[in-house]
């Protein structure tokens, strides 16, 4: 990994997610009421890492996972866009300095584990049409002036150096297509690793069951707190509260299973708390990047 850290310009920007977790890192949580999950049946998973700030001295040191994603062809992972730029609003830090996990059930596991294996970060990419009203496309962070896009396009793409080795514990996962329905009330479930509601600082693969909840009753209950939901997102979990995907998950997969195959269908956004009553999780849907996605990521593949 590489162990240069590389200064770009401090963004004095205030991101909703963090105005409640302003300590770092050892607030984020993770799946919550979910249940350890093998990486051999969820190969698409990795894990986004940075080398922690020492909270007392400010320096770098022991590696730790910060947000989450998915393989989605031999050199690109999806995830997030805000997970893409917030350490480098917050901390600084050039993604090219992070790396990717993959292959791993538990990526602090001494030795690490059988396809354990991580990358570094070669280019990568968010969405700014939020702002900028650009065709849609991804652009380079490099290139943003001060501004942070919303939640609105939170999707972005991370190249790896070199190429994933593909084996039973790394493979890519299928897309959600660009006529792909978001079914309301139809199952789904989610990923990401780290700490849980009940266990602290775990670092094993969660998965927790959800299913799509209702769209127009969660973008109500998050209008009312000031929140602008788009046609580009849609809500999970349960509205009575309960398991979901929370900070540390964040740019992992939500997925649905059709004939035995998993599908892509949305990337962990956004939510109020975590799995608390009336506001059930936002995510990124994947459907409607498609053109996006494989005008860089041209391997890719959909489902429809
Ligand atoms: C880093 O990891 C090593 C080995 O696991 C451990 O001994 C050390 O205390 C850690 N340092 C910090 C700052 O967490
Ligand atoms: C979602 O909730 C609204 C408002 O309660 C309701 O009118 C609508 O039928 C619900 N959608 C589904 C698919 O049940
Ligand atoms: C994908 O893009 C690469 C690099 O531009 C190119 O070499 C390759 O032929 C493309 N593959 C397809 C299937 O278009």
């Known amino acids: 990994m590489s162990l240069a ?21 050892h607030n984020y949580r993770k799946v919550i009421y979910g249940s350890p999950a093998e990486i051999t049946r969820y190969p698409f998973v990795v894990a ?22 998915s393989i989605i062809s031999h050199t690109w992972v999806i995830t997030s866009g805000f997970c893409i730029t917030k350490y480098i609003i917050k901390h600084e830090i050039d993604p090219l300095d992070w790396f990717v996990r993959c292959g791993t059930t538990d990526w602090q596991a001494v030795p690490p584990q059988k396809y354990q294996k991580d990358y570094n970060v070669n280019d990568y990419y968010v969405h700014i049409k939020s702002r900028y009203n650009i065709v849609e496309n991804f652009q380079k ?7 942070l896009p ?11 150096q070199g190429k ?19 079914v309301e009330y139809t199952r789904c479930g989610v990923l990401g690793y780290g700490r849980t509601a009940t266990k602290k600082d775990n670092s094993h693969l969660h998965v ?25 997102m849609f809500c999970a979990g349960f509205l009575e509260g309960g398991p979901n995907s929370c900070e540390g998950d964040t740019g992992g997969p939500l997925f649905q299973k ?11 956004s956004f939510s109020k708390g975590c799995g ?21 990521a041209n391997e890719t593949r959909f489902y429809d």
Not at 141 to 147: A, N, T, V, Y
Not at 222 to 229: D, E, F, K, L, V
Request: charged fraction near 20%; aromatic fraction near 14%; include cysteine.
């Open 164 to 182: 994933f080795v593909f084996n039973k514990g790394v493979s890519p996962i299928i897309l959600a297509g660009i006529k792909f329905r978001y």
């Open 141 to 147: 962070i490099h290139l943003l002036p001060p501004e």
């Open 5 to 25: 850290f590389r200064i770009i310009p401090v963004y004095l920007i205030m991101i909703i997610t963090q105005l409640n977790s302003k300590k770092y890192p």
């Open 276 to 296: 608390q009553e009336n506001f059930p999780a936002f995510y990124t849907k994947v459907s409607k990047f498609q053109d996006s996605i494989l005008s860089y």
């Open 208 to 232: 927790a069951k959800l299913k799509i909840e209702n769209y127009t009753v969660c973008k109500e209950m998050y209008r009312n707190i000031g929140y602008t939901i788009t046609e580009r």
């Open 150 to 160: 919303g939640f609105d396009y939170d999707v972005g793409l991370i190249k790896v």
């Open 48 to 69: 986004l890492m940075i080398n922690a700030l020492d909270r007392n001295d400010g320096r770098f040191s022991n590696e730790t996972q910060f947000c989450g994603g």
């Open 258 to 268: 059709f004939r035995e195959a998993l599908v892509l269908i949305g990337i962990a």
